[in-house]
């Protein structure tokens, strides 16, 4: 009797640790969607510009920070984007606002409209593609020429 009683109370723990276990991996596997999905999310917010990378190479061979009377911001939603350049010395208005989109290496804007100068260069061109490095609180866009191969970027961190 007493060896029933141990075996059925063996079968039952581990009958309970294995339902344990799969509630563990279900968690498991709920919260990393979450963080992929928030992953995604993460370009959400308002940035500003702190300096530039030029390359040579795909190398790093010059670097300028922003000069700190002029500023330029990015906000992005979850799917519009806006930029804006505070330069005082210049009366034009520096803008542009529009979609965008990216999968974790390539971020594109589509820019709807802007200042009269923006406008200008939207006539011309209206999608600008990136290379993008997104880190928690900076990122890089990185031009790339028709070869694929880096030419500048601008690096940005979170203001919020």
């Known amino acids: 009797m007493k060896t029933k ?14 339902k344990n ?5 279900e968690e498991t596997n709920t919260s990393s969607n979450s963080n992929q999905t928030n992953k995604l999310n993460d370009l959400k917010g308002t940035w500003e510009l702190t300096g530039f990378y030029n390359y040579k190479d795909n190398v790093v061979v010059d ?6 009377d002029f500023r330029q ?12 350049k505070h330069r005082p010395a210049d009366s034009s208005e520096w803008f542009g606002y529009g979609t965008y989109k990216y999968d974790g290496n390539q971020l594109t804007e589509v820019l709807d409209f802007g200042s ?18 997104l880190y928690p609180n900076k990122f ?21």
């Open 5 to 18: 009683i141990l075996f059925l109370s063996m079968l039952l723990l581990l009958v309970f640790s294995c």
């Open 140 to 160: 890089q866009q990185i031009e790339l020429d028709e070869e694929g191969n880096r030419i500048y970027s601008e690096n940005y961190v979170r203001v919020e």
């Open 73 to 84: 911001l990015k906000m992005y939603t979850d799917t519009k984007v806006m930029w804006c």
């Open 116 to 133: 009269a100068v923006m406008d200008e260069v939207i006539a011309e061109k209206k999608q600008f593609i990136f290379e993008l490095d």
């Open 21 to 25: 276990e799969t509630k563990s991996t």
């Open 63 to 68: 670097s300028f920070k922003m000069n700190p």
